[in-house]
């Protein structure tokens, strides 16, 4: 039976001035899309664009409504803010315009969706606010740290417009591989070699002559490489920057000051010249009619004016850098984007070497036949036929689909931070389960020395290791929902293994695994004894997470606490516990969290969809403790673990459970001021209630959806519930604070 025809919903919110390459990209799909429902109604039934806040009929309104959206975003203050709450009150009018559009596929082509209940594909560009946050507006950097990682997990299918970039997303963001479709993008039919007379009215509007000027078109940031681009120009001999300017096609950006104070004295004697946003109408001609075309961009998701000026029989320089060379192919010359001298020298060549000149035109004209938007268009629609497959499919829980004759599978997660020697000491303990598990370690954002260590090391000791190595460090909740988000596919995998990358697994782990894989055992989330690493010690490291009544949590020290659930450092969490999570509440562990009682939040909210936690007393592991965050009850361990915990209890906690012991949580955070005031640490301790207090609107938005969700009473919560005040260790030596301060002898 043939599939039945396809409605969409195209996003196109990027059709707006001035027009980026994300906007053009928007606005071809569009125009193409519409041109398929004409031609082949069969294969495109219906085709609806929403722009901003409202259904729109064509990609012209579109970009209407968008520059008027696009000019009260320019003026308002606190853009963070003002960006978040746009993007919560658009994804409200989409949702409730879309509710009954169920049965439309979903595209979202400027990386970000919207909440929609049927299939969605995103489209992701590149990771530049990973790999450059540097080079970009601090609010889109937060943007996307929030809202990418969430469109990733729940896109049926993403598009990149480059291998690259598709291999960045499944080695730095952990992407399943299955999802990913690299369709790049297309070059307009009016970006084609021209003649001196064509191009004679937009040269005279802009007061340039035919091949008399070097041509560049970026947006005015960063990460376009156009500092280093004009330093290299002011090089170049005296007369070749009077026979051929410098011409830079673009609009105005950010960041831009290092640039501005580069091109002044150049431009003031006419050598560089600064167009800004040029028309439509205008830019195949100054194409056509440049000298040559440079763009030594610091990284690029594709490069669509290198297909542009290709297309239009130009010579190219460009960088040997991301997903450029992948784009030009031979035709183009490719320089270190970081050298200035490289692209000095590019310049010269791409200005005086005549028969190369020649050669890269004709070049760059056979590689840019093998684009276009009509090729891209068709390619597009085969992933959405992908995602509505892909989305008929999970409708079922993976577990449901596994080959009955293959064993089951656990997934062991290590992230690490500067600490490859440990991480690879874990991975050596762990060899006795290696038939029974894939390894998948992320590095958060290590050092070069450390990254290039662990590498070595799992090349050598786990070659099926999976690595997934973040530019950033994205810290412990970020690092293991990479990993879970890359695993899950495998329906192989019915459980998901968290090690501390300090510890070190003991041989009743193994076996304990083995036990739950195989049946034996059938705990939700499970932990069990962790002791000191020292040879033969017996002290207790951790018995999981204890939840005492002053609803704080803290290492689980006595069997006779009621257990709350797994600590991140060794916690077995079976696989519908994490689709749950996920499907429940959007997130495995709240990436906000970073570190430190992210583990007690996905205990808590495990807790209210009705799984129960479970121990076994074996000793499953022994670990080193806090390697990677400096050891000890430092400022780093305080802010996030105070703060932390304060946003896991306006997310979890019952508001009845909060009521009954409000005197016990009034009493632990007076305690906590005192203690550390006395302690010297004021700042840090005003600096986690501040951004504590911060986040609380956030967290209650959360919390509304969590608690909206539960399964359990509150009564139910509260056997969980310590009737311990707090950790006698922690009380003992707060008491021993106290009376050395009063003694006016301040313990160190």
Known sequence: MSAAPLRLILNVDAISAPLTGIGVYTRELALGLEQIGLEQASQLAELKLFSAYRWVANSEQAFQVNRTIQSVRRVLPFKRTALEGYTALRAALF???????????????????????????ATVHDISYLRYPQFHPIERVRFLERHLPPTLARADALITDSAYVRDELISVLGVDPAKLHVVPLGVNAAFRPRTPAEAADALAAHGLSWRGYLLVVATQEPRKNLERLVQAYATQPAALRARLPLVVVGARGWLDAGLARAIEPLERRGEVRRLGFVADAQLPMLYAAAAGFAFPSLYEGFGLPLLEAMASGVPVLTSNAASMPE?????????????????????????????????????????????????TVEATLAVYAAARI???????????????????????????????????????????????????????????????????????????????????????????????????????????????????????????????????????????????????????????????????????LDP?????????????????????????????????????????????????????????????????????????????????????????????????????????????????????????????????????????????????????????????????????????????????????????????
């Open 95 to 121: 949702r409730r315009s879309a509710r009954s559009l169920r049965d439309h596929v979903l595209h979202a082509p400027n990386f970000v969706l919207m909440p929609f209940d049927g299939p969605c594909v």
């Open 327 to 375: 784009v030009v192919g031979d035709a183009a010359l490719c320089v270190d984007p970081f050298d200035v001298d490289a692209i000095g020298a590019g310049l010269r060549r791409l200005s005086e070497d005549t028969a190369w000149r020649e050669q890269a035109a004709a070049a760059g004209l056979a590689q840019a036949a093998g684009y276009s938007w009509r090729r």
């Open 390 to 556: 892909r989305a008929g499919t999970v409708g079922a829980p993976l577990a449901h689909q596994r080959v009955a004759s293959a064993p089951l599978r656990a997934a062991v997660v290590l992230v690490n931070y500067n600490t490859a020697d440990r991480s690879l000491r874990c991975v050596a303990s762990l060899q006795g389960l290696a038939a029974r598990i894939r390894l998948v370690v992320v590095d958060s954002g290590s050092n070069p020395a450390d990254l290039a260590l662990l590498r070595r090391g799992l090349a050598q000791d786990w070659p099926s290791a999976e690595l997934i190595a973040s530019p950033l460090n994205i810290g412990f909740a970020a690092g293991c929902n990479r990993a879970i988000t890359r695993v899950l596919p495998d329906a192989q995998i019915s459980h998901v293994l968290l090690l501390n990358n300090d510890a070190v697994a003991t041989t009743q782990l193994g076996r304990w695994v083995t036990d739950h894989l195989d049946g034996r055992c059938d705990a939700d989330l499970a932990g069990g004894r962790v002791l000191k690493l020292a040879d033969g010690s017996d002290e207790i490291d951790s018995l999981g997470i204890a939840f005492y009544r002053s609803l704080l949590a803290s290492n689980r």
């Open 560 to 748: 006779q606490d009621p257990y709350f659930g797994p600590t991140g450092g060794c916690a077995l969490y079976a696989r519908r516990v994490l689709e749950a999570l996920q499907a429940e509440h959007g997130y495995v562990f709240d990436e906000e969290f970073f570190c430190y009682a992210e583990d007690t939040d996905v205990a808590a909210r495990a807790l209210l969809l009705g799984f129960t936690p479970a121990y076994t007393d074996d000793v499953l592991a022994r670990h080193e403790g806090q390697a990677s965050s400096g050891g000890g009850f430092n400022d780093f361990v305080l802010y996030h673990g105070i703060r932390n915990s304060l946003w896991m209890l306006l997310k979890c906690v019952p508001l009845s459970v909060i009521l009954r012991h409000l005197p016990s949580l009034a009493a632990i955070h007076a305690g906590i001021l005192l203690r550390h005031g006395l302690r010297g640490k004021g700042r840090v301790v005003f600096r986690l209630y501040r951004d504590a207090l911060r986040g609380t609107l956030r967290m209650l938005r959360k919390r509304r959806r969590i608690q909206a969700g539960r399964r359990i009473t509150a009564a139910v919560f509260s056997r969980h519930v310590s009737g311990r005040f707090y950790d006698r260790g922690y009380v003992r030596n707060a008491l021993r604070d106290l009376w050395a301060a009063l003694r006016g002898r301040p313990r160190s």
